[in-house]
T-cell receptor, first 109, second 114 residues
């Protein structure tokens, strides 16, 4: 059974800082790992999808890496902005995505 | 055009009632899902369904049942609602099951049982 852990549970940083969010998963036989953001009271917005054959994906200030052998993924956010404040969720799996409990990010102006 | 749409957005109902939540996707995806997000914001899979197979999370009570009239729709029926069913329910879809592809989520249905 897949288990996904996200560290830290919450993070507060001043605007402009670079930061890293961590995700670990127990079953390395995954097809996909996907990072989402969730704003309060809203749905999940996909940020980056890494397929099992890939090592990383980039979109703007976001970079996600995947190391299947160690069961880890990181989401790197460069030059953080207050608009980045949200909960970030990592989902990993093959037939179904299993999610971690998320990292709540606050970027202080 | 909304990719994955859920209705209603909010649902308030009394204990013991039966209710349904509808989900439609226009992405041409083959697999659809229902997730439950509890008060602690933990997102848990309830069902995944394509034309061939329904996979049910073993922790889901049999009061919950998915119904799919066609590939683009997966509705969630809940019988005899209980207070503990209060949560946000998300529908999602992805390309063909077992093949690489990203999930797209709906905006959620906030269910409150009183």
């Amino acid at each position: 059974k897949q288990e996904v852990t996200q560290i830290p549970a919450a993070l507060s940083v001043p605007e402009g800082e670079n930061l890293v969010l961590n995700c670990s998963f127990t079953d390395s036989a995954i097809y996909n790992l996907q990072w989402f953001r969730q704003d309060p009271g809203k749905g999940l917005t996909s940020l980056l999808l890494i397929q099992s054959s890939q090592r990383e994906q980039t979109s703007g200030r976001l970079n996600a890496s995947l190391d299947k052998s160690s069961g880890r993924s990181t989401l790197y956010i460069a030059a953080s902005q207050p608009g980045d404040s949200a909960t970030y969720l990592c989902g990993a799996g093959s037939y179904q995505l299993t999610f971690g409990k998320g990292t709540k990010l606050s970027v202080i102006p | 055009d909304t990719a994955v749409s859920q209705t209603p957005k909010y649902l308030v109902t009394q204990m013991g009632n039966d209710k349904s939540i509808k989900c439609e996707q226009n992405l041409g995806h083959d697999t659809m899902y229902w997730y439950k997000q509890d008060s602690k914001k933990f997102l848990k899979i309830m069902f995944s369904y394509n034309n061939k197979e329904l996979i049910i999370n073993e922790t889901v009570p049999n009061r919950f049942s998915p119904k799919s009239p066609d590939k683009a729709h997966l509705n969630l029926h809940i019988n005899s609602l209980e207070l503990g069913d209060s949560a946000v329910y998300f529908c999602a879809s992805s390309p063909q099951d077992s093949l690489p592809g990203g999930y797209t989520f709906g905006s959620g249905t906030r269910l409150t049982v009183v």
